[in-house]
């Protein structure tokens, strides 16, 4: 499954230079991941409320080339991996058909009290 989540940069995304300020590229891939899971029916508030919750376990990252205060840019998000407890994503930041920003992001589902526990059936179906 790959979802396309669109992106403008606005003011408050630049640094002094006028480019993205590199922490912002996080951000703008979280709420490409949290629309995914949306758009696949899951409801996290509800996973919340039964004690239930995503975490990211780790991010490596590569930047490619700078964004741009008014860009037009589009996240790109695909499952690569899903095990019991976990699943791994590919995430790529365009501007048209430049690849601007890459990450390989792992997600873990756990309680409250940071255990693990097993994915929904709509996450595992999800790969």
Same mark, same amino acid.
């Given at each position: ?7 403008? !940069?606005?003011?408050?995304? %630049? ?21 995914? !899971?949306?758009? =696949?029916?899951?409801? *996290? ?9 995503? =975490? !990211?376990?780790? %991010? ?30 590919? *995430? ?11 990450? *390989? ?23």
């Amino acid at each position: 499954m790959t979802h396309r989540w669109p992106i403008r !940069v606005y003011y408050e995304d %630049v640094d002094l230079a006028g480019i993205v300020y590199y922490a912002n590229y996080l951000r703008f891939i979280e709420r490409a991941r949290s629309e995914m !899971v949306r758009a =696949a029916g899951i409801d *996290q508030a509800a996973l919340r409320e039964a004690g239930r919750v995503f =975490a !990211v376990s780790r %991010v490596e990252a590569d930047y490619l080339a700078p964004a741009r205060y008014d860009d037009d840019l589009v996240v790109e998000t695909a499952l690569t991996r899903v095990t019991g407890a976990r699943f791994e994503m590919a *995430q790529t930041v365009f501007r048209g058909e430049t690849a601007l920003f890459r990450a *390989q992001v792992t997600i873990v589902f756990m309680d409250l009290d940071g255990r693990p526990k097993r994915l929904p059936p709509e996450v595992a179906a999800m790969g």
